[in-house]
C-alpha cells in the first residue's frame, strides 16, 4: 500500500461513512473492523466529532460490538497513542461507565475471557471501588480456567514408570517388554521360530520421588500477548502445586518483574501486569540466567512473540549461553487455548540456532513437553 492510498483510508476513518463518496467505499476487513470500532464511540453525537458529516450507522443502528468487546478491539486494531486518546475520550467526554467507573455494571455482567482481558486492559483508569469489584471478577474467570486447565496440566505429572515393582494393571503404556520376552523365553517354538507369550509383564506407575526441577516462565507484557499472558499465570500456578517443579514466574516489558511470590494466586499476578510499553527480551532472558542453579534440572520457557525492542544480539547471546550451561530453553509464540502464533519467524530462527525449542503450545501441551523432559533426564 502507497502513502496516498494509506492517507485517504486513514481521512475515511475521520470522515466516517462521510468520506465514501469521496475517497472510496472499499474497505478490507481490517479497515472496516477500524471504522466499526471508531463509529461505536464518535457516533454516539450527531455531528461525530465535527468531521462525520454522513450517515452515521452507529447512531442509528445497534452496534454489533459490546463494551468489552470494543475495548479488546481499540487495542488490537490501533497503535498505543491512538489508544490512549480514544480511552480517555471515552471516559471524559462520552461518559462510557460500563467497565472502568460502575460497579454495578461489572457486578452484574457473565465473567468471560473477554470480559477479563477488557478489565486487565482498563484498570489503569478505574477507581478503588470498581478495581475491587474488577478483581472480584477477575477471580471467578481465573477459577474457571483453573478449573478447565487443571486436569490436562496435571496429567502428564500424575506419576512415572517404577521399573523395579510389577503391576496387575494391564495397560500397554506399562507394558514390559525387556521382562516379559526374558521371562517368556521358554516358550519359544524353534521350529517356528516364534516366541509365544503365556504371562505379560507389567510396569508400576508410581510417583518418583525426585529433586525439584526449577521452571522458569518468563511472560511478555505486550498487548498482542495478553492471551497468553493469562493462561501463563493461570499455567504457573497449576504447576506451583505438581511436587515435581518449582515455577518462577516473571513478567517483563522494558522492565522485570519477578512474581514469583504470587505465583500461586494467578489473580494477584494479573492485576499486575502492565500492558503495552516497549520489549526488552533480552534483559528478562538475562534475569532467567541469575536464577539457575542447576542448569540441567532448568527450564526456561519464554512466551513471547519475539519482537525484539532491545538489541537482538544480546537476545542470542543470552539464550546461547543458557543452552550451553545444559539449561533446556523454550520460546513460545502462544501459550492459550488456541496457540494460534504471531511472531517474528526470523529472530525465533536464529533462537532455534542456539539451541532453543520453539513452537506454540496449548497449556496441556506445555506440561506434557515439560513432563517428558523431567521424566528424560
Known amino acids: ?16 461513512e462521510g468520506g465514501a463518496d469521496a475517497l472510496g467505499n472499499s474497505l478490507d476487513d481490517l ?10 464511540l464518535y457516533d454516539r453525537e450527531g455531528g461525530g466529532r465535527n468531521v462525520r458529516t454522513g450517515p452515521r450507522s452507529g447512531g442509528t443502528e445497534g452496534s454489533s460490538l459490546t463494551v468489552p468487546d470494543w475495548i479488546n478491539e481499540i487495542h488490537e486494531l490501533f497503535p498505543q497513542a491512538t489508544i490512549e486518546r480514544i480511552e480517555k475520550d471515552a471516559i471524559e467526554r462520552y461518559k462510557i461507565e460500563e467497565i472502568v467507573t460502575n460497579p454495578d455494571v461489572l457486578e452484574r455482567v457473565q465473567p468471560s475471557e473477554t470480559l477479563l482481558k477488557a478489565v486487565l486492559r482498563t484498570k489503569h483508569l478505574m477507581n478503588q471501588d470498581v478495581l475491587k469489584m474488577a478483581r472480584t471478577l477477575v477471580s471467578r474467570v481465573v477459577q474457571q480456567l483453573i478449573e478447565k486447565l487443571a486436569r490436562e496440566v496435571r496429567s502428564p505429572f500424575q506419576g512415572s514408570l517404577d521399573r523395579r515393582r510389577r503391576s496387575f494393571v494391564k495397560s500397554a503404556a506399562n507394558f514390559d517388554a525387556e521382562t516379559t520376552i526374558r521371562r517368556n523365553l521358554k516358550h519359544y517354538d524353534r521350529e517356528s521360530k516364534r516366541l509365544f507369550i503365556q504371562t505379560p509383564y507389567f510396569f508400576s506407575r508410581v510417583r518418583r520421588q525426585v529433586d525439584k526441577w526449577d ?4 511472560v511478555d507484557q505486550s498487548g498482542s500477548m495478553l492471551d497468553s499472558a493469562i493462561h501463563s499465570a493461570v499455567t504457573a500456578a497449576i504447576f506451583w502445586e505438581i511436587k515435581s517443579l518449582r515455577p518462577h514466574l516473571v513478567l517483563f516489558d522494558t522492565a522485570v518483574v519477578d512474581v514469583t511470590e504470587n505465583c500461586s494466586d494467578p489473580v494477584e499476578t494479573l492485576m499486575k501486569v502492565q500492558l503495552g510499553g516497549g520489549t526488552d527480551i533480552g534483559q528478562a532472558v538475562a534475569y532467567a540466567g541469575q536464577l539457575v542453579t542447576a542448569p540441567r534440572r532448568t527450564i526456561v520457557v519464554l512466551v513471547t512473540d519475539f519482537f525484539e525492542g532491545g538489541p537482538e544480539y544480546r537476545l542470542i547471546n543470552e539464550v546461547r549461553k543458557l543452552v550451553e550451561s545444559g539449561v533446556t530453553f523454550l520460546g513460545l509464540a502462544a501459550l492459550d487455548s488456541d496457540a494460534r502464533p504471531n511472531y517474528d519467524r526470523d529472530l525465533a530462527g536464529r533462537l532455534v540456532a542456539q539451541g532453543a525449542h520453539v513452537g506454540a503450545m496449548t497449556p496441556g501441551e506445555l506440561a506434557a513437553w515439560v513432563a517428558e523432559k523431567v521424566a528424560g533426564r
Open 1 to 16: 500500500m502507497n502513502e496516498i492510498e494509506l492517507r485517504k483510508l486513514r481521512w475515511r476513518l475521520v470522515l466516517g
Open 31 to 40: 479497515w472496516k473492523r477500524r471504522e466499526e470500532a471508531l463509529g461505536f
Open 215 to 218: 521452571i522458569i516462565i518468563l
